[in-house]
């Protein structure tokens, strides 16, 4: 499974942003029955989960993300996304997508978010 990881970028607190993540090299039915999740990590600290979307459709989200972010994913592009509203300077990070199958637990490259204030 191959993960990219795009849509990051530069944009001032308030803005929006939203991150894209297609899958390659997987079937569509362990794509559906796959857990979707976004983490980010800023400069010197831990990787952090910021939104998780279970095989059966229900989600989590960090504290800090609730009522700003929200998790989706295209079973027919086997894409998963992050829409991101009223950023704040504290989402600056690399964001990583990932995909956890029956099979494995994939990452994507990071894609960086800064927010300046």
């Known amino acids: 499974v191959q993960l990219q990881a795009s849509g990051g970028g530069s944009v001032q607190a308030g803005g929006s942003l939203k991150l894209s993540c297609p899958a390659r090299?997987?079937?569509?039915?362990?794509?559906?029955?796959?857990?979707m999740a976004w983490y980010r990590q800023a400069p010197g600290k831990q990787r952090d989960l910021v939104a998780e979307?279970?095989?059966?459709?229900?989600?989590n989200y960090q504290d800090s993300v609730k009522g700003r972010f929200t998790i989706s994913k295209d079973n027919a592009k086997r894409a998963v996304y992050l829409q991101m509203n009223s950023l704040e300077p504290e989402d600056t990070a690399v964001y990583y997508c990932?995909?956890?199958?029956?099979?494995?637990?994939?990452w994507g490259q990071g894609t960086q978010v800064t927010v300046s204030s």
């Open positions: 990932n995909i956890e199958t029956v099979s494995g637990n994939y």
């Open positions: 090299r997987i079937i569509l039915s362990t794509f559906i029955r796959s857990r």
């Open positions: 979307l279970s095989s059966s459709g229900s989600v």
